[in-house]
Each structure stands twice: as structure tokens, then as C-alpha cells.
């Protein structure tokens, strides 16, 4: 399974700004889907899962303002951010959770860098 993210750039504080990750490869092994984050200095950490059935989970810091859909015809998951806050600045990761041989695997997609200015 291999992920492509686009979108990312500078917004304002406040604004809104929306990253999408196409799948490819053997996308009907694909379980959970989610984005994460990885500010300078700290550890990469998850800010939303969406799983094969739309079940939804947020980090504390995002809840309300994010949203994370899933759209399994296109094999896309997306990142709805809204009230963007200049801590939300961080490179952003795409993340699929796929199956292969019994086991349960990571695949990333390349860090896309959202910058939030105050």
C-alpha cells in the first residue's frame, strides 16, 4: 500500500486548510486510516482516525475543529482543519493500517508541512 498526501502550505491563524492522502496498491487490505502530526522537537502523534467502517477518534487538541472522512471508493482520506491555531504548525503524515501475510502493517505517506501564522 503506498499513500500520496497533498495539500499543506501557510494560513493564518483561524483559517482553514484541507489535506487529502490517495491510496494505491492493495487497497482492499486497508483497515484504519488516520493522519498524524510531528511538530520540531516533539514526537509524532496521532490527530485523527477514521476506521473501514467510519468510526471516528480525535485527539484532545483537534476535537471540534477537525474533521476526518473517508471516501473508500476513491481509496482517499482527508483532513478537514478549521480555527487553525499556530500550534497546529507541524509536518502532517497520512497513515494506512493494511493487512499482508496475517500481519498487520504501517505504510506512510510523505510529510506534508502546514505552517500556521499568528
Known amino acids: 500500500v503506498q499513500l500520496q498526501a497533498s495539500g499543506g502550505g501557510l494560513v493564518q491563524a483561524g483559517g482553514s486548510m484541507r489535506l487529502s492522502c490517495a491510496a494505491s496498491g492493495s487497497i482492499f487490505s486497508i483497515g484504519d486510516m488516520g493522519w498524524y502530526r510531528q511538530a520540531p522537537g516533539n514526537q509524532r502523534e496521532a490527530v485523527a482516525i477514521?476506521?473501514?467502517?467510519?468510526?471516528?477518534n480525535y485527539a484532545d487538541s483537534v476535537r471540534g475543529r477537525f474533521i476526518i472522512s473517508r471516501d473508500s471508493a476513491k481509496d482517499t482520506v482527508s483532513l478537514q482543519m478549521s480555527s487553525l491555531k499556530p500550534e497546529d504548525t507541524a509536518l502532517y503524515y497520512c497513515?494506512?493500517?493494511?493487512?499482508?501475510?496475517?500481519?498487520?502493517?504501517?505504510?506512510w505517506g510523505q510529510g506534508t508541512l502546514v505552517t500556521v501564522s499568528s
Open positions: 477514521i476506521s473501514r467502517g467510519g468510526r471516528t
Open positions: 497513515n494506512a493500517v493494511y493487512y499482508s501475510d496475517g500481519f498487520g502493517r504501517d505504510s
